[in-house]
């Protein structure tokens, strides 16, 4: 449904020249919620003004459903556009209009008779919620209503695509999640194609099929939700992870950690876990089968869609020897084994 | 004071309502258009046309440099070219218009400026034409600021009308010159004096009338 070749934009030239984006390739199939997560400035904004041709690209093509947009003459990139819903970090409605008035004014764009425009605007306020403040004014409502409003706006045309742009950044976190409730009933109910970018794990977490990490203009990652959540493959995809779990030893034993390796230390260790894993009884078969203490200090189990995540900060406690076989057992049963230092043992 | 006195303070007061009135309409429906143009020609944004932009600007950099006491003299061909004659309320209507056009059409820019970008860009998504992010979105999201502009357009006008005044213009400027200064009656420069505060006061109040009536903020 969404399709990016190789597309590029530059702002500026020469020197003072900024890649905002550097041969990204990206397809979204129809009926499809994608996430693009990065953070501020690696060029997400531009990557979805991309798609609507609200930023031209330097280089590469962009094609919506099946037509390609950056070939476009500018009146039919405005008709194209009416396929193309957008809502916004900062909603973007009209003041000076009503809730009605704003959601019909894609409709009046569009050349369409009052009388049409009243009977699409009705169900729409309906969808979203807000039959009851259809004569109310942006300034007041609360920011989810703001937002409810901006997505039957851009709902209004009967878009293919749904382009979000940070839509829940300015929201607090219970309104987000009604909002992105929202999204998905959109997208379950119309099969439209949903293409966000946001800076919150969460998001990505709740909604999306599938999400690409971008970083410096490049998409580093671009990988089914579950996978990306339990297998990140970058160093940039671990840090949102773990930023997400706010999974990290305390401060007391970061002090201690060394990278001294000796007889008498223990290793600490981050252990990720997915799939079959998640059910197997690991820990006491470890202390069975290796003879190893499991000294665990954090844990976490997160349910990703369908799939379970567990994380687990844990020192490993028996002779080096034992330590050793204890992670080889563990990497042997798919699990993610990371040492994070050593400490001294006390006795 | 002699009802012939009344209805010469009547008539100025007249007069300088049509001076006002005739520039107010005609800068304003000038004026408004190269504000708008001032604004959507600019770099980067919808009618992108830096050169065309930057020949308007300095033009109404110009026309909102010359002394108004200047232009008025300086045009006086083209006043009667126009309407046949240099003096009278006609006439000074002229370069009152001529200098209120840049004035609004600053003022519009300025209105436009304070919106959001996300605006046009949200209009934009939606596939509006440049026309209409004008006519449905510009021009009615920035009605406050145009409003308060305009008034500020014709309290200016009221005070320059007052100076048209001093060079045969007619109007209160006039009568204050000629009965009030030249044959040095109190009584009339203090009556002129108060009418136009009056009229001044009374522009402002319905300005931040329909400010407040149109504001949804």
Redesign the interface.
């Known amino acids: 449904m969404i399709e990016l070749n190789n597309v590029s934009k530059t702002y500026g030239a020469g020197h003072d020249a900024v890649h905002a984006l550097k041969g990204v390739n990206l397809a979204i199939p129809k009926g499809a919620i994608h996430g693009v997560i990065g953070l501020s400035g690696a060029g997400k904004s531009t990557l979805i003004r991309c798609v609507n041709l609200l930023e031209r690209p330097t280089q590469g093509t962009v094609t919506v459903d099946g037509q390609e947009i950056t070939r476009l003459s500018n009146t039919a990139l405005n008709q194209a556009r009416h396929r193309i819903g957008m809502i916004f970090q900062h909603f973007n409605l009209l003041t000076t209009r009503n809730v009605f008035d704003n959601v019909a004014l894609p409709l009046e764009l569009m050349g369409q008779p009052r009388r049409d425009i009243r009977e699409r605007v009705s169900p729409l306020l309906e969808m979203v919620g807000l039959s009851d403040k259809a004569d109310q004014f942006p300034a007041q409502l609360s920011g989810g209503q703001k937002q409810r409003v901006a997505i039957a706006r851009a709902l209004a045309s009967n878009p293919r695509v749904l382009l979000c742009d940070e839509a829940t950044s300015a929201l607090d976190p219970q309104t987000t999640s009604s909002i992105l409730e929202l999204l998905r009933d959109i997208n379950h109910q119309l099969g439209i194609t949903i293409l966000l970018i946001t800076h919150e794990m969460e998001v990505v977490k709740s909604i999306c099929h599938r999400v690409g990490l971008i970083s410096n203009g490049e998409l580093v990652e671009d990988a089914e939700v579950g996978d990306f959540f339990t297998a990140p493959r970058t160093q940039l995809g671990r840090d949102f992870l773990n930023d997400f779990l706010q999974l990290s030893p305390p401060k007391e034993l970061l002090e201690r950690l060394s990278d001294n390796l000796d007889a008498n230390a223990h290793p600490v260790v981050r252990l990720t876990f997915s799939g079959d894993a998640v059910s197997t009884p690991l820990i006491s078969r470890l202390a069975r089968d290796c003879g190893v203490d499991v000294s665990i200090l954090q844990a976490k189990v997160e349910s990703i869609q369908e799939r379970t995540l567990g994380l687990m900060i844990a020192e490993l406690l028996g002779t080096s020897e034992q330590t050793q076989a204890a992670m080889d057992y563990l990497a042997d049963h798919q699990l993610q084994v990371e040492v994070l230092g050593y400490v001294q043992r006390n006795d | 004071m002699s009802s012939a006195m009344i209805e010469l303070i009547l008539q100025a007061t007249l007069d300088t309502l049509y001076m006002v009135g005739i520039s107010g309409v005609i800068s304003t429906l000038l004026g408004l258009p190269l504000g708008v143009m001032l604004y959507v020609t600019r770099p980067r944004q919808i009618l992108a046309k830096p050169l065309l932009n930057h020949a308007l600007g300095i033009v109404t950099n110009i026309g909102r440099s010359i002394p108004f006491i200047i232009l008025m003299v300086a045009i006086i061909p083209f006043t009667r070219m126009l309407v046949g004659t240099s003096i009278g309320i006609n006439a000074a209507s002229v370069p009152l218009t001529i200098a209120a056009i840049p004035f609004v059409a600053r003022l519009i820019e300025g209105a436009l400026n304070e919106l ?1 970008p ?2 046009i ?9 440049p026309w ?1 992010i004008i006519t ?2 510009l021009i ?2 920035a ?1 406050g600021g145009i409003i308060t502009g305009l008034t500020i357009t014709l309290v200016t006008l009221v005070s320059y009308s007052a100076m048209a005044g001093a060079v045969g213009g007619g109007g209160l400027g006039d009568l204050g010159i000629r009965y009030g200064y030249n044959r040095f009656n109190p009584t009339i420069m203090l009556i002129t004096v108060v009418v136009l505060v009056v009229m001044v006061q009374g522009f402002q109040s319905l300005g931040d009338y329909l400010v407040r009536k ?1 504001d ?2």
């Not at chain 2, 860009?121 to 034409?129: D, I, L, N, R, S």
């Open positions: 959001s996300g605006l860009e949200a209009a934009q998504a939606m596939g509006a034409t209409q449905k979105v009615p999201e009605r149109t949804r903020k």
